[in-house]
């Protein structure tokens, strides 16, 4: 019997057994589909046996492992068409790719898609060009408006965060090496090639290099990983971008969207940092990307610079402030914070914030029995943080169940 796993994580996990037992060879399905996608509790087994090519789906290559002495285990699991649209190598521990195969999966993804669906700009609305002092960056050819998509990518490598052993367990450093060139190699040539031609800066390894300089962070079955996204890591940074980007954990889809109008001629950025960091904790950060940033904001002088550091101090001074139980026994104070907090953001353009503070907002004020104003904050950062995180990114599916929540007891702190 052939093991695998099902569409989207609407659908029950399906992966093969290792025990090679006729009846234990799938975890349940769920088969009221995708117009049901009530999760369901299933214990599944490694996601791949020993019997064949059969018994490796949805992998195209049987993974490649470092040997027991190394724990945890860490493996390369590779699939030569992923979405139809390129190769994925994923580099992660066998109880980790175990957890929801479906993740990587063929799928309609209107099935996952929630509010306004991805529409790509025909023709594309940016080139990649050579830009002097940065390398390659991708450059607008027609005037982009505030939230329209940009692209849409899978990952072509996704990187456990931290597949280090256990406590006392040797590690062959080659064997971990030898696992990813291993893994690497499996995919399409183009794949290869395409990741290749991305920018290096850290030394050693030349595909560790790559995969150090280019991945932004990402979930894959609730676990941290690096994703690379070869499209995506063409547009180069800026602490106060004019493009933002967002992933979803359902699809492994990274989207870029215009954060203000974008103009023809424009280079497009994005933030490969926290938006709310000051300059010295930003410059701190990008050393992983091994630069120092020259961006605008960082070039504009000492006073513009201190300017700009001052309003994103004030709006972390608020957000403690909110955080003083002693201090939401007055209302009046509350509202003043928040006003300032929100003109800082505004003055720093920083409105992809406001999910988060009005998230805040929507907790002090139910605690302080005002269930009118939480519904209402809590209603703002749902929407907020949908448009701008992701309608499935952790931050908007608890600002949403905050919003059920207050619903549940009409609206206001107390049961």
Known sequence: MIGFCSSAWLWGCLIPSVLGALGNDRCDWNRAGPLDPRPRETTCTLPFGTRGPSDWQPWTHRPVCTSPKTQPRYCAFVKHSFRSDSGILI??????????????EDFDPTWVEHGRPFVPLSPASFEVV????KGFGAVANATIRAGEFIMREHPRILQVVSPEPERDVAVDRGEIVWVLEEGFVRLPGADQVEVFGLAKSTGGHPLEDVIRTNTFGVKFNDVDH??????????????KPNAMTRFSPRTLAIEVFAYRDIQPGEELSISYTP????S????????????????????????ALAASDGRRARVQQALSALEDPWLRG???LVAELADEAEQALEEEGLAAQKGELHGILAGVYADMGDGETAVKYAASAVEKLAHFAGYDDERTERARGFLGELGKVGGGGGS
Do not use: K
């Open 275 to 278: 938006l709310n960091m000051v």
């Open 330 to 332: 007055s209302a009046a």
């Open 130 to 133: 050579d830009i002097p002092g």
């Open 91 to 104: 580099l992660t521990s066998p109880e980790v790719a175990a957890g929801d195969q479906s993740l990587i």
């Open 226 to 239: 690096y994703g690379l996204f070869p499209g995506v890591a063409r547009i180069n940074h800026a602490c």
């Open 280 to 303: 010295r904790e930003r410059q701190q950060a990008l050393q992983d990307w091994g630069f120092n940033c020259t961006c605008s904001l960082c070039g504009s002088g000492p006073a």
